[in-house]
Every structure is written in C-alpha cells, then in structure tokens.
C-alpha cells in the first residue's frame, strides 16, 4: 500500500490557502480516483482505495502544519507503511506558483511540516511532490502562505495541482519514483 500525505491547516479559515497546496492535492487525487476521505484516525482524516489496481492511503493530517509527523507516524505504524511507500505533498514558497518538483529525499528546507514528519519518521529519506506556491515581494511569509491565490495566480496554481495528481498517480502504477521524477519533473 503506498501512503500519499497532503500536508495543510485545519478549519474552514484555511481552505484555498497557499499552505494547504497539500490538502488540495490529495483532494484532488481522491475526487479523481473515487476515494473518499472521511475516517478520523490517529489525529487525521484518511481514504483507502484503489489507483490502478494499487491499494492506497491518502492522508490529511489535523494537527496543523507544524505536527504533521505526529499523525503520520503511528499511521505507518498501523497500517505497516514502509518509507519508500510514502509521499508527502507539500506547498514551496522558493518555486513560481504551479511549478512542480518531485524530490527522493531531503532537508526539511524551512518547511516546519517536513522538519515535523523527518522528526517523528526518524529520516529524511521519504519522497516529496512539491508545488510552487511563491514567495512575497512586500507581505510576511506567514500571511502569504495563510493567503489565499490571486485570480492571476488561479490557473497556475490548477495546472500545477494537476500535474501533482498526474505524477503521483503515475508513481502508483509504476512503482518507480525514479522514472515519475523524470517525466515530471
């Protein structure tokens, strides 16, 4: 079973935020593949189903950003979830909104929901799909990524979105990160 973590806030006042790039991502991916995210277990909101013909868990944790490891772990650990079937979908302030990177492993690179989820899985060795979000030319880093994408922004934002759900489902039926790192990336 692969384990595919979209990362965002909890609360209404949070949705369509630049940090939630995550949450809509996995969204996304289950309204395309059918799959519902509607069972609260071990602080998130969880799906299982089916991408062709492979067993998936996608994941949407309710800890906030900062303790996202706090819900992934114990899920690993109950559903016997092996590193290298895990992904976590993450926003990115330092690429262009919709831009889309797919990276094996790494430092958390500021990014406190990374630094959560290396620290409670014990490595930096997990994939990640990350999109674009921008960074802010005049505002604070915080009420930007708490910010919602401009109408211009929108359309770049959705491609990008899309482009995640694609590469992950690819990832799904191949089985090889490698090769959806080079069509995608």
Known sequence: MKMIVGLGNVGS???GTRHNT????????ATRNQIEINKEKDEAMIG?????GEKVLLVKPLTFMNDS???????????????????????????????????????AGGHNGIKSIIQHVGTQDFKR???GIGRPKIMTIVDWVLGRFTPTERPFFEEGRDKAVAA?????????????MNKFN
Do not use: C, H, N
């Open 129 to 131: 799909v990350k999109v």
């Open 168 to 180: 992950i489902e690819y990832w799904v039926q191949t089985g090889d990160f490698m090769k959806t």
């Open 22 to 29: 995550g949450f809509m991502v996995v969204d996304e991916l």
């Open 69 to 107: 490891g706090r819900a992934v772990r114990p899920l690993m650990d109950f559903y016997k979830i092996d590193v290298d079937d895990l992904v976590i979908v993450q926003d990115d302030l330092d690429m262009e909104v919709g831009r889309v990177r797919l990276r094996q492993k790494g430092s």
């Open 48 to 52: 299982q189903g089916m991408i062709d």
């Open 13 to 15: 006042r949070y949705d």
